[in-house]
């Protein structure tokens, strides 16, 4: 059965740093692309990374980029989102997705359920 399920999440002080977990399971993740959504209350949806299945390039939003950096751990399944420099506004609900490649069409299938994450001082 695919699951994703993502951990990691907590509250933080601005300027801080915080890494998330997206661990997968019933299909291996080198053989798909897995995005980083985030979602505050009253907010649309927002696309933070996709990590490529091959050759594994990751694309950033303009809003994350030199701050949050994604790494994937094949032997573990799991994806990561290291974040940094982080501001009160990044504060939201963290999913991972998956897709079949990192395009800006590309339909994601399976969602996780969610780790929050808190940036206040």
């Known amino acids: 059965q695919v699951q994703l399920v993502e951990s990691g999440g907590g509250l933080v002080q601005p300027g801080g740093s915080l890494r998330l977990s997206c661990v997968a399971s019933?299909?291996?993740?080198?053989?798909?692309?897995i995005g980083w959504f985030r979602q505050a209350p009253g907010k649309q949806r927002e696309g933070l990374s996709c990590i490529s299945n091959t050759p594994g390039s990751v694309v950033y939003a303009d809003s994350v980029k030199g701050r949050f950096t994604v790494s994937r751990d094949n032997a573990k399944n799991t994806i990561y989102l290291q974040m940094s420099s982080l501001k009160p506004e990044d504060t939201a609900t963290y999913y991972c997705?998956?897709?079949?490649?990192?395009?800006?069409?590309?339909?994601?299938?399976?969602w996780g359920q969610g780790t929050q994450v808190t940036v206040s001082s």
């Open positions: 019933g299909f291996k993740l080198e053989q798909f692309a």
């Open positions: 997705a998956r897709a079949s490649a990192c395009l800006s069409t590309t339909s994601y299938d399976y």
